[in-house]
T-cell receptor, first 113, second 116 residues
Framework: AQSVTQLGSHVSVSEGALVLLRCNYS??????LFWYVQYPNQGLQLLLK??????LVKGINGFEAEFKKSETSFHLTKPSAHMSDAAEYFC???????????FGAGTRLTVKP | DVKVTQSSRYLVKRTGEKVFLECVQD?????MFWYRQDPGLGLRLIYF???????EKGDIPEGYSVSREKKERFSLILESASTNQTSMYLC???????????????FGEGSRLTVL
Protein backbone atom coordinates (compact mmCIF):
# COMPACT_ATOMS: atom_id res chain seq x y z
CA ALA A 1 0.00 0.00 0.00
CA GLN A 2 1.14 3.52 -0.66
CA SER A 3 2.38 5.66 2.21
CA VAL A 4 3.69 9.14 2.82
CA THR A 5 6.53 10.34 5.03
CA GLN A 6 6.85 13.95 6.09
CA LEU A 7 10.30 14.79 7.35
CA GLY A 8 10.13 17.07 10.37
CA SER A 9 7.11 17.38 12.60
CA HIS A 10 7.94 21.02 13.31
CA VAL A 11 9.54 23.63 11.08
CA SER A 12 10.27 27.15 12.22
CA VAL A 13 11.21 29.98 9.86
CA SER A 14 11.50 33.73 10.09
CA GLU A 15 9.07 35.95 8.28
CA GLY A 16 10.36 36.48 4.74
CA ALA A 17 12.47 33.34 4.73
CA LEU A 18 12.11 30.34 2.44
CA VAL A 19 9.65 27.68 3.49
CA LEU A 20 10.53 24.06 2.66
CA LEU A 21 8.33 21.21 3.86
CA ARG A 22 9.42 17.74 2.83
CA CYS A 23 7.29 14.85 1.64
CA ASN A 24 8.32 11.46 0.28
CA TYR A 25 5.96 8.80 -0.97
CA SER A 26 6.35 5.08 -1.42
CA UNK A 27 4.91 3.80 -4.65
CA UNK A 28 6.25 2.11 -7.73
CA UNK A 29 3.76 3.99 -9.88
CA UNK A 30 3.47 7.79 -9.74
CA UNK A 31 0.30 8.51 -7.83
CA UNK A 32 -1.83 11.57 -7.28
CA LEU A 33 -0.16 13.76 -4.65
CA PHE A 34 -1.67 16.53 -2.57
CA TRP A 35 -0.73 19.14 -0.01
CA TYR A 36 -3.37 20.25 2.45
CA VAL A 37 -3.21 23.02 5.07
CA GLN A 38 -5.01 23.10 8.39
CA TYR A 39 -5.42 26.28 10.39
CA PRO A 40 -6.18 25.98 14.13
CA ASN A 41 -9.55 24.43 14.91
CA GLN A 42 -10.45 24.04 11.26
CA GLY A 43 -10.65 21.25 8.73
CA LEU A 44 -8.14 20.69 5.96
CA GLN A 45 -8.15 22.67 2.74
CA LEU A 46 -6.38 21.85 -0.47
CA LEU A 47 -3.21 23.82 -1.26
CA LEU A 48 -2.23 22.09 -4.47
CA LYS A 49 -2.20 18.74 -6.25
CA UNK A 50 -0.03 16.79 -8.67
CA UNK A 51 -1.85 14.95 -11.42
CA UNK A 52 0.99 14.16 -13.88
CA UNK A 53 0.21 17.14 -16.12
CA UNK A 54 3.26 19.10 -14.91
CA UNK A 55 5.99 18.33 -12.41
CA LEU A 56 5.98 21.83 -10.91
CA VAL A 57 2.63 22.60 -9.41
CA LYS A 58 1.51 26.01 -8.22
CA GLY A 59 -1.06 26.34 -5.49
CA ILE A 60 -2.80 28.95 -3.45
CA ASN A 61 -1.13 31.52 -1.19
CA GLY A 62 2.15 31.45 -3.17
CA PHE A 63 2.97 27.81 -2.44
CA GLU A 64 4.34 25.42 -5.02
CA ALA A 65 5.58 21.85 -5.08
CA GLU A 66 7.78 19.86 -7.41
CA PHE A 67 7.21 16.21 -8.22
CA LYS A 68 10.50 14.31 -8.54
CA LYS A 69 9.96 10.73 -9.57
CA SER A 70 13.61 9.75 -9.16
CA GLU A 71 13.53 10.88 -5.54
CA THR A 72 9.88 9.89 -4.89
CA SER A 73 9.44 13.33 -3.41
CA PHE A 74 6.87 16.11 -3.51
CA HIS A 75 8.32 18.90 -1.37
CA LEU A 76 6.33 22.06 -0.69
CA THR A 77 8.01 25.46 -0.95
CA LYS A 78 7.23 29.14 -0.64
CA PRO A 79 9.89 31.77 -1.36
CA SER A 80 8.92 34.15 1.43
CA ALA A 81 7.05 33.13 4.57
CA HIS A 82 4.26 35.25 5.96
CA MET A 83 2.90 35.18 9.47
CA SER A 84 -0.42 33.93 8.11
CA ASP A 85 1.31 30.77 6.82
CA ALA A 86 1.58 29.42 10.35
CA ALA A 87 -0.47 26.22 10.26
CA GLU A 88 -0.15 22.46 9.98
CA TYR A 89 0.58 21.02 6.57
CA PHE A 90 -0.24 17.53 5.39
CA CYS A 91 1.05 15.65 2.39
CA UNK A 92 -1.27 12.98 0.98
CA UNK A 93 -1.13 10.31 -1.71
CA UNK A 94 -3.80 8.53 -3.68
CA UNK A 95 -3.41 5.89 -6.37
CA UNK A 96 -5.21 6.15 -9.70
CA UNK A 97 -7.56 3.26 -9.05
CA UNK A 98 -8.01 3.59 -5.31
CA UNK A 99 -10.40 5.81 -3.41
CA UNK A 100 -8.28 5.56 -0.30
CA UNK A 101 -6.18 8.67 0.42
CA UNK A 102 -3.20 8.31 2.76
CA PHE A 103 -1.86 11.21 4.81
CA GLY A 104 1.49 11.96 6.32
CA ALA A 105 1.83 12.75 10.02
CA GLY A 106 1.87 16.48 9.32
CA THR A 107 4.37 19.31 9.73
CA ARG A 108 3.61 22.26 11.94
CA LEU A 109 5.00 25.47 10.50
CA THR A 110 5.83 28.33 12.85
CA VAL A 111 6.69 31.76 11.43
CA LYS A 112 8.70 34.07 13.67
CA PRO A 113 8.49 37.84 13.33
CA ASP B 1 -18.16 25.56 -3.45
CA VAL B 2 -18.40 22.17 -1.85
CA LYS B 3 -19.65 22.31 1.64
CA VAL B 4 -19.14 19.53 4.14
CA THR B 5 -20.92 20.17 7.40
CA GLN B 6 -20.28 18.35 10.63
CA SER B 7 -23.10 18.64 13.09
CA SER B 8 -21.09 19.28 16.23
CA ARG B 9 -17.80 21.15 16.59
CA TYR B 10 -17.27 20.18 20.24
CA LEU B 11 -18.71 17.32 22.24
CA VAL B 12 -18.09 16.05 25.76
CA LYS B 13 -19.33 12.55 26.55
CA ARG B 14 -18.98 10.04 29.35
CA THR B 15 -17.36 6.63 29.09
CA GLY B 16 -19.86 4.07 27.85
CA GLU B 17 -22.18 6.56 26.15
CA LYS B 18 -23.27 6.06 22.54
CA VAL B 19 -22.04 8.89 20.37
CA PHE B 20 -23.27 9.96 16.94
CA LEU B 21 -21.22 12.22 14.70
CA GLU B 22 -23.11 13.47 11.66
CA CYS B 23 -21.74 14.70 8.37
CA VAL B 24 -23.59 16.16 5.40
CA GLN B 25 -22.21 17.19 2.01
CA ASP B 26 -24.05 19.22 -0.60
CA UNK B 27 -22.20 18.39 -3.83
CA UNK B 28 -23.58 14.97 -4.70
CA UNK B 29 -20.24 13.27 -4.02
CA UNK B 30 -20.18 9.49 -4.22
CA UNK B 31 -17.45 8.98 -1.62
CA MET B 32 -17.48 9.96 2.02
CA PHE B 33 -14.85 9.38 4.66
CA TRP B 34 -14.30 9.54 8.40
CA TYR B 35 -10.81 10.25 9.68
CA ARG B 36 -9.44 10.55 13.14
CA GLN B 37 -6.69 13.12 13.78
CA ASP B 38 -4.25 12.84 16.67
CA PRO B 39 -1.03 14.81 17.27
CA GLY B 40 1.97 13.16 15.65
CA LEU B 41 -0.16 10.55 13.90
CA GLY B 42 -1.70 12.63 11.15
CA LEU B 43 -5.03 11.50 9.80
CA ARG B 44 -6.05 7.88 10.09
CA LEU B 45 -8.93 6.47 8.11
CA ILE B 46 -11.71 4.92 10.17
CA TYR B 47 -14.27 4.07 7.48
CA PHE B 48 -15.23 5.21 4.05
CA UNK B 49 -18.29 4.78 1.90
CA UNK B 50 -18.43 4.75 -1.89
CA UNK B 51 -22.18 4.52 -2.24
CA UNK B 52 -25.38 4.51 -0.23
CA UNK B 53 -25.42 1.61 2.23
CA UNK B 54 -21.87 0.64 1.19
CA UNK B 55 -18.90 0.92 3.52
CA GLU B 56 -15.31 -0.16 3.76
CA LYS B 57 -13.12 -0.43 6.84
CA GLY B 58 -10.14 1.83 7.03
CA ASP B 59 -7.07 1.43 9.21
CA ILE B 60 -8.69 1.82 12.61
CA PRO B 61 -12.35 0.67 12.50
CA GLU B 62 -12.39 -0.99 15.92
CA GLY B 63 -14.86 0.63 18.28
CA TYR B 64 -16.63 2.49 15.46
CA SER B 65 -19.45 1.86 13.04
CA VAL B 66 -20.92 3.96 10.24
CA SER B 67 -24.18 4.50 8.48
CA ARG B 68 -24.97 5.87 5.05
CA GLU B 69 -28.67 5.76 4.36
CA LYS B 70 -28.66 8.76 2.02
CA LYS B 71 -26.02 9.87 -0.42
CA GLU B 72 -25.40 13.20 1.27
CA ARG B 73 -25.15 11.94 4.85
CA PHE B 74 -22.51 9.79 6.53
CA SER B 75 -22.68 9.10 10.25
CA LEU B 76 -19.97 7.84 12.57
CA ILE B 77 -21.13 5.92 15.62
CA LEU B 78 -19.22 5.13 18.77
CA GLU B 79 -21.26 2.34 20.33
CA SER B 80 -19.66 2.70 23.76
CA ALA B 81 -17.31 5.63 24.01
CA SER B 82 -13.97 5.16 25.71
CA THR B 83 -11.36 7.67 26.84
CA ASN B 84 -8.95 6.57 24.09
CA GLN B 85 -11.49 7.79 21.54
CA THR B 86 -10.93 11.36 22.65
CA SER B 87 -9.81 12.96 19.42
CA MET B 88 -10.58 15.25 16.50
CA TYR B 89 -12.85 13.59 13.94
CA LEU B 90 -12.84 14.82 10.37
CA CYS B 91 -15.40 14.03 7.72
CA UNK B 92 -14.56 14.37 4.02
CA UNK B 93 -16.17 13.74 0.67
CA UNK B 94 -14.99 13.32 -2.91
CA UNK B 95 -16.16 12.50 -6.37
CA UNK B 96 -15.60 9.01 -7.65
CA UNK B 97 -12.26 8.48 -9.37
CA UNK B 98 -12.94 8.63 -13.09
CA UNK B 99 -11.69 10.39 -16.17
CA UNK B 100 -9.67 13.43 -15.15
CA UNK B 101 -11.04 13.63 -11.65
CA UNK B 102 -8.30 13.19 -9.06
CA UNK B 103 -10.65 12.42 -6.22
CA UNK B 104 -9.42 15.19 -3.96
CA UNK B 105 -11.06 15.35 -0.58
CA UNK B 106 -13.18 18.17 0.74
CA PHE B 107 -13.22 18.37 4.52
CA GLY B 108 -15.60 19.52 7.18
CA GLU B 109 -14.37 21.66 10.05
CA GLY B 110 -14.01 18.75 12.40
CA SER B 111 -15.66 17.52 15.58
CA ARG B 112 -13.54 17.56 18.70
CA LEU B 113 -14.74 14.80 21.01
CA THR B 114 -13.71 14.50 24.64
CA VAL B 115 -14.64 11.32 26.49
CA LEU B 116 -14.45 11.59 30.27
Amino acid sequence: AQSVTQLGSHVSVSEGALVLLRCNYSSSVPPYLFWYVQYPNQGLQLLLKYTSAATLVKGINGFEAEFKKSETSFHLTKPSAHMSDAAEYFCAVRMYNNNDMRFGAGTRLTVKP
Amino acid sequence: DVKVTQSSRYLVKRTGEKVFLECVQDMDHENMFWYRQDPGLGLRLIYFSYDVKMKEKGDIPEGYSVSREKKERFSLILESASTNQTSMYLCASSLELRDANTGELFFGEGSRLTVL
